[in-house]
């Protein structure tokens, strides 16, 4: 068995592992991560890309964020849709001047690779057999198997940024660990193609034939996605069928401006609302979507990943130059607080532009349910308390300071 050491082992080389290493190093805190895929296996998953304030100051504090800076573009509202009738949420006038960054996924975690490179700084691809040994003791170890050979890596902490299929989450006993879940009953079927976007703000759109979005990667590459029922699958989707769908759900001025083309990705992806308590357990944290997973209505997987990293990083900063360990049992009462919100603030999105299909026991009912709806999009889209609510939330909850 071959031996590594190292203050901080990170499982998963996501976003959540990547800028979390970033930061660590910069600290000076030694850091390995191990990831299960290939780096390029990484990179070619298509995700979303809007991010908070709070996310981009991170990106800066960790030095990774020159092509961000220039590439990236601040989005200073967007729109929502309902029967083609559009309402602009002006997040920079509603929350006094905040705004967010339309930047791929993918990219952040291409610019963290390659700083990662730069730095000569350690990710062992295509580690298999991970296990976390012994957590709740002050040297926890990893065992795994790298390029045929078995290894052993000796800890001080681990940072479990595995994803929500990871191993990091099952390690913490069933009985000491909860599992909220709510699994919604249709899923997002996303477009990825090099086309101008239909607008230069992101359009989320409520219709009589379901949800549908627009977004874009930059001006020349847009993103789309409509509502599908789970039973669909990609090749009931052919990219006319698509389009011709899109152009239904979206208004009728935007429908007339698309510029259709061929597809570079196409996926359909269920909607999830998923929280683990807690997120630590000994010397283990669960960080991004290895604790917690909402459908991306609200745009905030990515955000709640960069607002755990960002807790983390500050209680292990401390950790080690201070020696103050009494610090760790702080994370996951600060982590979820902030993802509950966001974990409320996705789902209620979700309920209020998606359509669900009546469940009413009778017209009636169906029709008093509609009523209900009518009004709830009244208040938030109509009113400016209520757009203000919506703008708030989207643009981020503040990030809490450690006690
Ligand atoms: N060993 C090592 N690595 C693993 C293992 C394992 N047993 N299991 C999973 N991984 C890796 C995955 O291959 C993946 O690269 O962990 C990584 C987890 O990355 P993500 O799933 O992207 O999770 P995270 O980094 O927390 O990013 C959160 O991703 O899904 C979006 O909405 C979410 O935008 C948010 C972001
Ligand atoms: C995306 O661009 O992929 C995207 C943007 C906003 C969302 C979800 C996805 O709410």
């Given at each position: 068995m071959?031996h590594l050491?190292?203050?901080?082992?990170i499982i998963?080389a996501g976003p959540?592992?990547?800028?979390?290493?970033?930061l660590?190093?910069?600290q000076g805190?030694?850091?390995?991560?191990l990831?299960?895929?290939?780096?390029?296996?990484v990179?070619g998953?298509?995700?979303a890309?809007i991010?908070e304030?709070?996310?981009?100051?991170?990106v800066?504090?960790?030095?990774?964020?020159q092509?961000?800076?220039?590439?990236?573009?601040v989005?200073?509202g967007?729109?929502?849709?309902?029967?083609?009738?559009?309402?602009?949420?002006?997040?920079k006038?509603?929350?006094?001047?905040?705004?967010?960054?339309c930047y791929?996924?993918?990219?952040?975690?291409?610019?963290?690779?390659?700083?990662r490179e730069?730095?000569?700084l350690?990710?062992l691809?295509e580690?298999?057999?991970?296990k976390?040994?012994?957590?709740k003791?002050?040297?926890?170890?990893?065992?795994?198997?790298?390029?045929?050979?078995?290894?052993r890596?000796?800890c001080d902490y681990?940072a479990?940024?595995?994803?929500?299929h990871?191993?990091?989450r099952k390690?913490?006993?069933?009985?000491?660990?909860?599992?909220h879940?709510?699994?919604?009953?249709?899923g997002?079927?996303?477009?990825?193609?090099?086309t101008?976007p239909v607008?230069?703000?992101?359009i989320?759109?409520?219709?009589?034939?379901?949800?549908?979005?627009?977004?874009m990667r930059?001006?020349?590459r847009s993103?789309?996605?409509?509502q599908?029922p789970?039973s669909?699958?990609t090749?009931d989707?052919s990219?006319?069928k698509f389009?011709d769908?899109?152009?239904?759900?979206l208004?009728a001025?935007a429908a007339?401006?698309l510029?259709?083309?061929?597809s570079?990705?196409?996926s359909?992806?269920?909607?999830?609302?998923?929280?683990?308590?807690?997120l630590?357990?000994?010397?283990?944290?669960?960080?991004?979507?290895?604790?917690?997973?909402?459908p991306?209505?609200g745009?905030?997987?990515?955000?709640?990943?960069?607002?755990?990293?960002?807790?983390?990083?500050?209680?292990?900063?401390r950790?080690?130059?201070?020696?103050?360990t009494?610090?760790i049992?702080q994370?996951?009462?600060?982590?979820?607080?902030?993802i509950?919100h966001?974990?409320?603030?996705?789902?209620?999105?979700?309920?209020?532009?998606h359509?669900y299909?009546?469940t009413?026991?009778?017209?009636?009912?169906?029709?008093t349910f509609?009523r209900f709806?009518?009004?709830?999009?009244?208040?938030y889209l109509?009113?400016?308390?209520?757009?203000?609510?919506i703008?708030n939330?989207?643009?981020g909850m503040?990030?809490?300071?450690?006690?």
């Amino acid at each position: 068995m071959k031996h590594l050491k190292t203050q901080v082992a990170i499982i998963g080389a996501g976003p959540s592992g990547l800028l979390l290493g970033q930061l660590l190093a910069k600290q000076g805190i030694d850091n390995i991560i191990l990831e299960r895929v290939t780096g390029d296996y990484v990179l070619g998953r298509i995700r979303a890309g809007i991010l908070e304030q709070g996310f981009v100051d991170l990106v800066r504090e960790a030095g990774v964020a020159q092509r961000m800076d220039t590439e990236g573009h601040v989005h200073d509202g967007f729109e929502i849709a309902v029967n083609g009738e559009s309402t602009r949420i002006d997040l920079k006038q509603l929350t006094q001047g905040k705004t967010v960054v339309c930047y791929g996924q993918t990219e952040i975690t291409r610019d963290l690779m390659e700083a990662r490179e730069q730095a000569d700084l350690q990710i062992l691809y295509e580690t298999s057999e991970v296990k976390l040994n012994e957590v709740k003791s002050d040297k926890p170890f990893i065992t795994f198997e790298y390029q045929g050979e078995t290894y052993r890596l000796d800890c001080d902490y681990i940072a479990g940024c595995d994803g929500f299929h990871g191993v990091s989450r099952k390690t913490i006993p069933e009985d000491k660990r909860t599992e909220h879940e709510r699994v919604y009953p249709f899923g997002w079927l996303g477009l990825l193609s090099d086309t101008p976007p239909v607008s230069d703000e992101l359009i989320y759109c409520k219709s009589e034939r379901g949800f549908a979005l627009a977004s874009m990667r930059s001006e020349t590459r847009s993103r789309y996605y409509l509502q599908v029922p789970l039973s669909d699958s990609t090749d009931d989707w052919s990219d006319d069928k698509f389009w011709d769908e899109l152009k239904k759900r979206l208004p009728a001025e935007a429908a007339e401006r698309l510029v259709t083309g061929p597809s570079i990705e196409k996926s359909i992806a269920p909607l999830r609302s998923f929280v683990c308590e807690p997120l630590q357990y000994g010397r283990l944290f669960l960080v991004g979507d290895a604790g917690h997973i909402v459908p991306p209505t609200g745009a905030k997987g990515l955000n709640l990943a960069a607002s755990d990293v960002s807790t983390l990083y500050k209680i292990l900063t401390r950790v080690y130059r201070d020696g103050d360990t009494d610090c760790i049992d702080q994370y996951s009462a600060i982590a979820l607080r902030r993802i509950w919100h966001g974990e409320r603030f996705s789902w209620w999105m979700s309920n209020m532009l998606h359509d669900y299909g009546s469940t009413a026991v009778s017209d009636m009912e169906a029709e008093t349910f509609d009523r209900f709806m009518d009004s709830e999009l009244d208040y938030y889209l109509h009113h400016e308390e209520g757009q203000k609510v919506i703008a708030n939330q989207y643009v981020g909850m503040p990030y809490e300071e450690l006690r």
